[in-house]
């Protein structure tokens, strides 16, 4: 129980276009969903917290217009990375959670590279 | 400002042995605490939590102590195995919004 897939796993595209990233819950219905971003060999930073039907809440230093979030259902996220730029090459990830259940599930990430 | 601080970034254990790894917290206001395992390219796998209100929980090979005065917390794997070698990554989190604050990581790798 608890799977959480993301697709797709590995993206590579071109300076300027946009890449949009799924967060599926696959056998649980996920309150809140929340979006990751590690960068190698770092710790796992948080970039915005996803409740469903309601706006995505950022971290401090996320910009909200160039990752946009979309939480549609309880069992599905996305993250859109606009005007993608070789900076935003990096490891995302999602996890999923239930309310008022503590742990996190997350997805397996996705590579995204930038050229 | 590293709430959350896993201060040795790599651990090498004998396998058979007992491996324990670390994690600091400065925010008094967490109230539980997890442990994940995690392989490059991969997400994070959830081992084990505990709640501020306890001081150990247990589950099998996996057994991680929490010290509030001390604001520290560990996790202990015995017998180490070879499979366990991963990056492991404590988070603490608080109330009901289900943020998690992650360690930097640490890195186990558990020798034949």
């Known amino acids: 129980g608890a799977v959480v897939s993301q697709h797709p796993s590995w993206v590579i595209c071109k300076s300027g276009t946009s890449v949009k990233i799924e967060c599926r819950s696959l056998d649980f219905q996920a309150t809140t969903m929340f979006w990751y971003r590690q960068f190698p060999k770092q710790s796992l930073m948080l970039m915005a917290t996803?409740?469903?039907?309601?706006?995505?809440?950022?971290e401090q230093g996320v910009e909200k217009d160039k990752f946009l979030i979309n939480h549609a259902s309880l069992t599905l996220s996305t993250l859109t990375v606009t005007s993608a730029h070789p900076e935003d090459s990096s490891f995302y990830i999602c996890?999923?959670?239930?309310?008022?259940?503590?742990?996190?599930?997350f997805g397996p990430g996705t590579r995204l590279l930038v050229l | 400002d590293q709430q959350v601080k896993q201060n040795s970034p790599s651990l090498s254990v004998q396998e058979g042995r007992i491996s324990i790894l670390n994690c600091d917290y400065t925010n008094s206001m967490f109230d539980y605490f997890l442990w994940y395992k995690k392989y490059p390219a991969e997400g994070p796998t959830f081992l084990i939590s505990?709640?501020?209100?306890?001081d150990k929980n247990e589950d099998g090979r996996f057994t991680v102590f929490l010290n509030k005065s001390a604001k520290h917390l560990s996790l202990h794997i015995v017998p180490s195995q070879p499979g366990d070698s991963a990056v492991y990554f404590c988070?603490?989190?608080?109330?009901?919004?289900?943020?998690?604050?992650f360690g930097q990581g640490t890195t186990l790798q558990v020798k034949p």
């Open positions: 996890s999923a959670r239930v309310a008022g259940i503590e742990t996190q599930y």
């Open positions: 505990i709640s501020s209100i306890k």
């Open positions: 996803s409740n469903e039907g309601s706006k995505a809440t950022y």
């Open positions: 988070a603490a989190g608080s109330g009901n919004t289900g943020k998690l604050i």
